[in-house]
C-alpha cells in the first residue's frame, strides 16, 4: 500500500513542472515585448531610407519610405514604385496624397501608418489577455539578421502576426497578418532598409509637380455623437471596446455618418452607419473578403451598415448583426 507521502511526490513533482513551465512562458513573453517596444521607438525616432515590397488582396506594392525625427516631430515620405505614381508625405499634423493619374491632391489630418498596425508601436499590456506573445526563431532578411516575435490569438476573433525584428537597429524587416486558417493574408518585406544620421530635407519633398492639381481637403471634422444615440451595439467580441464615436462626413456623401472605431488593443473594426442616398444602386449585403480586409453589410430599418476591419469574418459578423436602434 502506498503511503501518503510516497502519493504525494509525483503530484508534487507534476505542480514543480507545471509552475516552470508558467515561468518560462511568462520570461519569453516579456522578452517578446520588450523586443517590440525597441522596435516602436526604433521605427519613430530613428532616421532612415528603404525599400519595401508590401502585398495585400492578391495586390503587390512596391514602396520607398524616407522617415526622418527629431525631438519634435515625425516626417515620412513614401513613394510608389510600381503602378500608377503616387507619393504620400506625413507629418505629425497633416497626410498629403499626391495623385498624378487623376491630376489631384488629397490632405487629410496626420494618420498612422498603414503598413503596420500602429498598435505594435505603442502596446498594451492588456494584450495578454487575447494574444499570446513568444519568440520562435532567429533569420536574416535584407542582409540584416532579425529575431522572430510570434503573436498567437487566444480565439477566433482575431488574427496573428509575425515580426521579423533587426537584431542590430531593432527596426521591423518583414511582417505578416496571418488569419483563423494560418494562411498568410497580408506580408511587408523590406529589402533594402539603411539608417542615417541625417536626412536631407529635400528628400522629403515631394518630386512630383503638383501644378495645376486639384487640391482636395478633408471634409468637416468629425465631431462627438449627441447623448441622443439613434444606435447601439448589444455584443461586442471579447476584448473589444469603443474607441471613438463620432459623426463626420465622407467623399461624396451629402450626409453625416455615424462612425464607430473599435479596438482591442491591436486589431481595429471600423462602423459606419448612414442614410443611403437615392441614387445608390448597390450596397454591401453579407461578408466580402479583400485579403486580409473583411467587410459585412446590411440593411436595417431604412439604413445601411457597414463593418470593416483586418479580423476575421466573424468577428465582423458579430459586430454587424449586433447593433440595434436604442429604445
Not at 227 to 253: A, D, Y
Not at 295 to 309: D, K, M, N, R
Request: with cysteine.
Amino acid at each position: 500500500m502506498l503511503n501518503r507521502n510516497s502519493r504525494s511526490k509525483p503530484l508534487n513533482g507534476l505542480l514543480v513542472g507545471c509552475l516552470a513551465w508558467s515561468m518560462a512562458n511568462l520570461a519569453l513573453a516579456d522578452e517578446a515585448h520588450a523586443w517590440l517596444k525597441r522596435m516602436g521607438t526604433a521605427i519613430k525616432t530613428l532616421n532612415y531610407v528603404g525599400t519595401f515590397v508590401f502585398i495585400h488582396a492578391n495586390h503587390v506594392e512596391s514602396m520607398r519610405v524616407i522617415h526622418a525625427a527629431d525631438q519634435n516631430e515625425e516626417r515620412e515620405r513614401l513613394i510608389s514604385l510600381n503602378g500608377s505614381p503616387r507619393e504620400i508625405i506625413r507629418d505629425s499634423n497633416q497626410l498629403i496624397c499626391i495623385i498624378p493619374e487623376t491630376r489631384s491632391v488629397i490632405v487629410e489630418k496626420s494618420r498612422p501608418r498603414k503598413y503596420i498596425p500602429e498598435a505594435l508601436l505603442n502596446l498594451d499590456q492588456g494584450l495578454d489577455k487575447h494574444y499570446l506573445f513568444h519568440i520562435v526563431g532567429k533569420d536574416r532578411v535584407a542582409g540584416m539578421g532579425a529575431i522572430i516575435i510570434a503573436i498567437k490569438p487566444r480565439d477566433a476573433f482575431r488574427y496573428g502576426y509575425r515580426l521579423w525584428i533587426s537584431t542590430d537597429t531593432n527596426l521591423l524587416l518583414k511582417s505578416e497578418v496571418v488569419n483563423e486558417h494560418g494562411e498568410i493574408v497580408e506580408q511587408l518585406v523590406f529589402t533594402e532598409l539603411k539608417v542615417q544620421e541625417k536626412i536631407d530635407p529635400a528628400l522629403l519633398k515631394p518630386e512630383i509637380s503638383i501644378e495645376g492639381f486639384t487640391w482636395h481637403r478633408e471634409m468637416n471634422s468629425p465631431r462627438p455623437m449627441p447623448k441622443e444615440r439613434l444606435w447601439q451595439i448589444v455584443r461586442l467580441p471579447p476584448g473589444f471596446k469603443p474607441q471613438m464615436h463620432m459623426e463626420h462626413g465622407l467623399p461624396n456623401r451629402r450626409m453625416a455618418v455615424e462612425h464607430w472605431v473599435l479596438t482591442d488593443g491591436l486589431a481595429t473594426v471600423s462602423v459606419y452607419i448612414e442614410k443611403p442616398q437615392a441614387s445608390a444602386k448597390e450596397q454591401l449585403q453579407g461578408v466580402s473578403t479583400m485579403g486580409a480586409i473583411n467587410a459585412y453589410g446590411t440593411a436595417l430599418e431604412g439604413y445601411q451598415l457597414i463593418v470593416v476591419g483586418e479580423v476575421p469574418k466573424v468577428t465582423v459578423m458579430m459586430i454587424g448583426q449586433s447593433i440595434r436602434k436604442t429604445p
